[in-house]
Structures are given as structure tokens and as C-alpha cells.
């Protein structure tokens, strides 16, 4: 099976090959002043031969995945690289939803929990009360002028998927989700099993 496929993948990058040599040598460029290549391995980004300064062989470049951290990008939001976003921090617990705002540096810009919401005791834990938290999130991240950021979820609770619904229907736009949960390797030992 593993031939099979080598035998496939070798012909088809090939074929492709042979192609792009084809319009090459006939002078045809695909879309006017806009050249993409037809075959690229998954790694870093080919250049075409035409492109003589840095920052034309960088725009070329496009990828679904947000940047790695120091890697640059073309990618700009609101005129902000991908690192200089704000970040919405969601800890969702079973008893709570806190929602922290902060800036690219680091300084916090808004913080709202289900309970500063209005929300007490056992209502403080339904998705209700996430969504409404995430609206109020919203609304004092944009009164501070925010308006893309990246999301980081961390935890569990029954919060989490509508404090990020909250925050879409207030208004802010999500750049990435990044789940932060921590989980553990078979860390801690359990409690002993209780005896009927």
C-alpha cells in the first residue's frame, strides 16, 4: 500500500512539474501579476524567480494557520501583527465563567465574571449566564477600541462554548480559539474507590 501511494504522489508531483514547465517556457502566467505555484512541498513558501525584494517574496505567501510566535507574516489586523493582538481569556470552571481582556503587553483592559454580571449562586454556572458574560466582555473591549483579538479557553465548565458565542454576538472578532486546558498525563493519584 505504501508503494502504491509513493508510486501515486511521485507521478502526480511530476505531472505538475511538467506543467509549470510547459506555461514557463511559454511565457503564460496564471492571473495578471499574481503568480502562484502549482506543486509546493508543506514547508516554507517557494519563491518565484520574478520577485527581487523582501517584502514581495513575504505578501506571496498565504496559510490558513495563524503565524508561529517570532515567524513574520503579511497578516495584519487593523494594522497589527498577529503577536500585537489583544487576548480574551476565558476560565470556564463548574461554579463560574471569568472573562479577562488584556492587551498585546500584557495590561488588562476589562474583566468580567457571571457574578459582577448579577448572576448568584447556583446561576452563576448555567450557559446563560456565559453568554450574558461575554456580551458584557465585548461591550467594554470595544468601548476601549478593540476589536480583533485571539480567544484562549481554559477549562471545563458548561461556559465555555457561549462566553465565546457572547463575545461574537457583542460585536468582537475572534482571530483564533486556542483551547489552554490543562490535562494531565496520568499525574495524580486517584481517591480509593468507595465501598458500598
Not at 13 to 40: D, E, M, P, Y
Not at 165 to 183: A, C, F, Q, Y
Request: charged content about 15%; hydrophobic content about 35%; some cysteine.
Amino acid at each position: 500500500m505504501f508503494k502504491l501511494n509513493y508510486i501515486l504522489m511521485s507521478s502526480a508531483g511530476k505531472v505538475c512539474r511538467q506543467f509549470a514547465a510547459s506555461l514557463n517556457a511559454k511565457g503564460t502566467h496564471i492571473g495578471s501579476g499574481l503568480q502562484r505555484t502549482l506543486c509546493s512541498s508543506p514547508g516554507q513558501p517557494q519563491e518565484t524567480p520574478n520577485s527581487s525584494s523582501a517584502s514581495e517574496k513575504s505578501s506571496g505567501y498565504f496559510s490558513i494557520f495563524p503565524p508561529m510566535p517570532g515567524m513574520d507574516s503579511p497578516l495584519r489586523w487593523d494594522g497589527m501583527k498577529f503577536e500585537e493582538l489583544p487576548i480574551v481569556h476565558i476560565k470556564a470552571t463548574f461554579n463560574n465563567t471569568i472573562i479577562q481582556v488584556i492587551n498585546g503587553s500584557g495590561k488588562p483592559i476589562a474583566l468580567v465574571s457571571c457574578g459582577t454580571e448579577g448572576f448568584k449562586n447556583r446561576k452563576k454556572s448555567t450557559p446563560v449566564a456565559s453568554q450574558a458574560t461575554g456580551l458584557a466582555a465585548a461591550q467594554k473591549a470595544l468601548e476601549k477600541g478593540v476589536v480583533h483579538a485571539r480567544v484562549v479557553l481554559n477549562g471545563v465548565g458548561p461556559g465555555r462554548l457561549p462566553a465565546v458565542k457572547g463575545l461574537n454576538m457583542g460585536g468582537l472578532r475572534m482571530v483564533s480559539i486556542t483551547d489552554n486546558t490543562p490535562l494531565p498525563h496520568n499525574g495524580c493519584r486517584p481517591r480509593k474507590a468507595k465501598r458500598y
